[in-house]
């Protein structure tokens, strides 16, 4: 495949943006074009998007559908959804959106528009059937009152994430705590409130090795026996691609899934569980519904209405031609808490990359940075810089239309609020005197549910997935690998071993400076 920028489409990008695209007042574009809101925005399953406040025309989002027809972009996801080793570097299929796919009768397997790979679906369900089954006896349990989710990253992020997010239907009587990081103030926190007879601890990692999940497991086993905790199998279950060494590691209650899932992908996987305790098995498959709605919109719809197709272009045209690199994003609902933190991961460890799928350096830039914190808090905070700083970040909206409490006026207020700043974003407020001069003309995305439900969040996420496929696509990078977090790994070892030893010998002035301050 071509790269990106040796595209003609590139080119007529990069001349529309400099004779209209970066001057462009999407006030003015408003005035001249009373569809543009209609044009610029879209229904998706479970999910409005709003893109008119944007800096785009329609012209230039017909020239970047250009660029993601050049870029094979649709060619790209359907060796995707053909279950082709597409994450090059490791061999690997990328197959998460095969873990919503609904159980087929054998006579739709036949007719199915993708090659449906049917020895795991079948497998994929079975697990699926198992887990649900579990979580059910869990959630029947009145004796267990915490689960303890111990895991990190993709392991951590997605279902603290989610369980969070749908606090609303959550079962009463159960607590649920994420502990992921190694150091060991979170766990010693979380272990102080807990007693050992009432508390079941998931152990969730991919590859059952990962040192910070492998010592917090470890701990909390010996809390338990220490708390005079017997039944292991009845307080522990192990969610893992590596299900062997979790068995070596003495749980017995275990369920699986596959290499074809990555962490940062893998919330519809056993990795899943917490949300499936929390909600319940028919909750969890209402998620995976609305997961592979948004995934058969990504799979069939023509490019110019897709709207993962079209937030990836935009992200693209952000971030290569406009040279923005940073996007804020802002979710109104409380329960969306750990949404930045999540697409933190997804996005910036998926696209965070300086070589193209062949080794090759790139000549343009790759992942933006995801910030934020759900609003109205971050109005308080940040949003000045938003607003009159000297950087032009892009912000992304989530809002929700219902409330699921009954306190007046609150909702509206929250409404009100989170369409008031993308108004101020846009039109901002002209002022001779400087400080209160707002110039205005920046730009936002405004995703829309009607409610936050198991379907719908299943349904956003979904759509962000796609979307990062799509720009790591049109970037001809892997998104699907993560080697860039394995030095400090590596490392992480050896000064382990030097802060015991106390050598400092070939190490850099500044780090041994500090490991013998830290002796
Ligand atoms: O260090 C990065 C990473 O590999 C992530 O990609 C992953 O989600 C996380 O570590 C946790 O990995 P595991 O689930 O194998 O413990």
């Keep these: 495949m071509t790269r990106c920028d040796h595209t003609p489409a590139w080119a007529a990008l990069q001349q529309a943006f400099d004779t209209d695209g970066k001057a462009l007042d999407v006030r003015r574009a408003f005035e001249t074009d009373p569809q543009r809101f209609a044009k610029l925005s879209q229904s998706a399953p479970h999910v409005f998007a709003d893109l008119s406040k944007n800096r785009i025309d329609t012209a230039t989002e017909s020239l970047l559908m250009d660029l993601a027809r050049q870029c094979g972009v649709a060619q790209h996801r359907d060796a995707m959804f053909a279950g082709e080793p597409i994450n090059t570097t490791e061999q690997r299929a990328v197959m998460h959106w095969l873990l919503p796919y609904p159980a087929p009768a054998p006579e739709s397997i036949a007719q199915s528009a993708i090659k449906i790979l049917a020895t795991e679906l079948a497998q994929v369900h079975f697990t699926l059937d198992a887990m649900l089954a579990f979580a059910q006896t869990v959630r029947e349990d009145a004796a267990i009152t915490d689960v303890v989710n111990i895991g990190i990253g993709g392991s951590d992020l997605g279902p603290q994430m989610v369980v969070r997010a749908l606090d609303a239907f959550t079962v009463p009587g159960k607590r649920f705590h994420f502990v992921s990081n190694v150091d060991g103030h979170e766990l010693d926190a979380t272990l102080r409130g ?178 934020g914190e759900p609003g109205t808090n971050g109005q308080h905070a940040f949003f000045q810089m938003l607003h009159q700083g000297t950087d032009v970040v892009p912000v992304e909206f989530v809002a929700v239309k219902t409330a699921r409490h009954q306190l007046e006026g609150h909702q509206t207020l929250l409404l009100a609020n989170v369409l008031a700043q993308a108004q101020a974003l846009l039109v901002g407020k002209s002022d001779s005197g400087g400080h209160r001069n707002f110039p205005g003309n920046r730009p936002s995305t405004f995703l829309l549910l009607d409610d936050l439900t198991p379907e719908s969040l299943g349904a956003l996420i979904a759509l962000q997935e796609h979307r990062v496929f799509v720009s790591g696509t049109i970037w001809g990078i892997n998104s699907f690998d993560q080697w860039g977090v394995e030095l400090g790994k590596v490392l992480a070892k050896d000064v382990e071993a030097r802060l015991l030893s106390g050598d400092t010998t070939g190490l850099d002035g500044s780090t041994a400076g500090l490991l013998a301050r830290l002796r």
Excluded at 215 to 230: E, I, L, P, V, Y
Excluded at 324 to 344: C, E, M, V
Excluded at 357 to 363: P, S
Aim: charged share 15%; no cysteine.
């Design 194 to 371: 807990l007693k050992p007879e009432s508390t079941l601890f998931l152990i969730a990692s991919k590859t059952f090795t990962t040192i910070e999940t492998m010592t917090n497991a470890r701990s909390a086993k010996a809390w338990f026996a220490a708390q005079g905790g017997t039944d292991t199998s009845r307080h522990f279950a192990a969610l893992t691609t590596n299900v062997k060494a979790a068995r070596a590691f003495g749980i017995s209650t275990t369920f699986g899934f596959w290499d074809w899932v990555g962490g940062r992908y893998s919330v519809w996987s056993a990795i899943g569980l917490p949300l499936a305790i929390a909600i319940g098995a028919q909750g969890f498959r209402a998620f995976l519904a609305g997961a592979h709605a948004m995934d058969e919109h990504f799979r069939t719809a023509p490019l110019e209405s897709n709207l993962p197709v079209r937030l990836g272009l935009l992200d693209v045209w952000y971030r290569n031609f406009h040279g923005f690199t940073s996007r804020s994003i802002a979710p109104y609902h409380s329960a969306l808490k750990r949404w930045p933190a999540y697409l933190q991961q997804l996005e910036m460890e998926s696209n965070g990359k300086q070589v193209d799928t062949d080794g090759a350096a790139l000549a343009y830039g790759t992942s933006p940075v995801l910030w």
